[in-house]
């Protein structure tokens, strides 16, 4: 196995280790150049057109049973989105330090969110371009929920899966990946955010969670992951070979 196939194995399994860590770094990096990209494209005005184009698009979709799932993200903004995380960081915490220190250190990237939104001050779609279902307040550009929903779903993940087995992983970084989805596109759907906006608030997020994972590993304590066999399968396999 090639020291990439390692890396991801590590990660895929919640206990990224030494191997991991050039790995965690370059996505951290890419994620970080295709946020400062997009930030310049949305400064200088360049994703206008094609923003209008595919709100516009999501919007004629009959997204069917996905309505009140993004209905239901959409509502938790503001304090509902603080206290609902807040309370995941100390549950977290209780359950296993590592889970809670990891989550709590990737909250920062709501913080670098706010940061870039007041520093831009990008304005929110408005009636006279594209349907507003969820009038919201506040500056646009990157999106908080797209931050917040990959922040939860990257870190909870990478939390949890140490705790499970080969075929519960697959479904819970399955899971993450459908929540990151649902609450970007539910803020594009709404006529909240521009797709600039969620693309911009993903990148950033996704920046920061691969960061903290790459802290070396005395700064967390080591997760040690299920083993993918029971002891009883694994001793099958070595009278078997």
Known sequence: MNAQ??????VLKGAPGRAARPWLLAVSMVAAVLFAVNTLLVMNHLTSALDVRLEVLAQSVN??????????TNRTGGVVQDIFGAAIV???????RRAGLLMGFGAVGSLLAQFFKVSLARHRPTIDVVKVLDPSNGYSYPSGHAV????IAVM???????????RWRVLAWTLAGMLIFVGALGRVWAGAHWPSDVTGGIFLALSWCAFVLWFPERFFPRAQAVPDQSPRRQKRVRKAA
């Not at 917040?148 to 922040?151: D, K, L, P, V």
């Not at 909870?156 to 080969?166: C, N």
Request: glycine share 6%; net charge negative; aromatic share 16%.
């Open 5 to 10: 196939n390692v890396a991801s194995e590590q």
């Open 156 to 166: 909870l993940a990478i939390s949890l899966v140490p705790h499970l087995g080969r």
């Open 148 to 151: 917040f929903f990959t922040w």
């Open 63 to 72: 997204w069917g049973p996905l309505v009140p799932v993004m209905n239901f």
């Open 90 to 96: 100390v549950a977290l915490l209780v359950f296993e």
